[in-house]
């Protein structure tokens, strides 16, 4: 075979692969429900960025203390009322998305970052070194997430940083198990073995052949648990646990709200419905790109 054979055949392979990318994105965009959910995102994205520019109040997400304005009820003045010290319900609602879309990034980074290379590790190399790493997993996957993440934060001082790292702490067993069950489906494929016969460390093959071709489940468990993650960080900041005040989180909002609910429903109810709708979001686009990649994730 000539080299513009070679060429010939790799270019029409790099067609192959836009072809079938441009058909999976019409595949997601023609579901309106992942639509949706993509311009749900963008909306908590973007209202996080801009918070400073579209708070009414952008020094209410501080300790600023307005005891004159305390328990007002949305009004166009607050359109989502006041809390208990009288601060604007509505900025601290959007700086509050920062805090949550930034647990969400490291807690997940972290969980890909520690469980993707043992389950490469697991899967390829097989034998005592995926007995090893597999029970461990086990053990994890054993205590649920909350209970572990409650455990360690209250060992630590309780903080943002410290309540992502208890999370995280048991959140990579997930990422573990579905690389070491995706690396077993595809370390037999033509591909793999072409690239051992010809003398690839185990290395290479692991982070260079198959990690490429296992993206499609990350990227759609990692989606799925970005909203997984937010929740439980919001569970954590309402026992107070968290992030703590006066940095505004929807958790603490809550609790805070709850102790008035009868009579300043809003003070609790505009953080619930925040957290619900970037819960919803991250659902909805996490199972559109499910559809648009047809590959099964365990949730």
Request: proline share 5%; hydrophobic share 55%; charged share 15%.
């Amino acid at each position: 075979m000539s080299v513009f054979d070679g060429q010939s055949s790799l270019d029409e392979s790099v067609r192959q692969r836009l072809r079938d990318l441009a058909k999976a994105q019409r595949r997601l965009f023609q579901n309106p429900l992942s639509v949706v959910g993509l311009l749900i995102i963008l909306i908590v994205i973007l209202t996080a960025v801009f918070a400073p520019v579209l708070a009414p109040y952008p020094e209410d997400s501080g300790d600023t203390l307005h005891f004159d304005q305390t328990g007002e009820p949305p009004s166009l003045e607050h359109p989502m009322g006041t809390d208990a010290v009288g601060r604007d319900v509505l900025s601290r609602v959007m700086f509050g998305a920062r805090i949550s879309l930034l647990m969400g990034l490291v807690v997940v980074s972290i969980a890909i970052a520690i469980g993707v290379p043992l389950g490469l590790l697991a899967g390829y190399l097989g034998g005592w070194v995926n007995t090893v790493i597999m029970r461990v997993t086990d053990i994890f996957l054993a205590i649920p997430p909350i209970l572990l993440a409650l455990a360690i934060t209250a060992v630590l001082s309780a903080n943002l940083w410290n309540a992502m790292i208890a999370i995280a702490f048991g959140w990579w067993t997930w990422y573990a198990r579905l690389v070491q069950g995706e690396v077993l489906s595809v370390k037999e494929e033509e591909f793999v073995e072409a690239s051992e016969s010809l003398g690839a460390g185990w290395f290479r093959v692991a982070f260079k052949e198959i990690l490429p071709n296992i993206v499609a489940p990350l990227t759609v468990k990692a989606t799925l648990d970005m909203g997984a993650v937010i929740l439980v960080g919001a569970a954590l900041s309402f026992l107070g646990l968290g992030a703590q005040p006066p940095t505004p989180t929807w958790g603490a909002m809550i609790s805070i709200g709850r102790d008035h609910v009868t009579s300043e429903w809003w003070m609790a109810t505009f953080p619930g419905l925040a957290i619900s709708f970037t819960v919803l979001g991250f659902n909805l686009l996490g199972d559109g790109l499910r559809d648009m990649f047809d590959v099964e994730v365990d949730e």
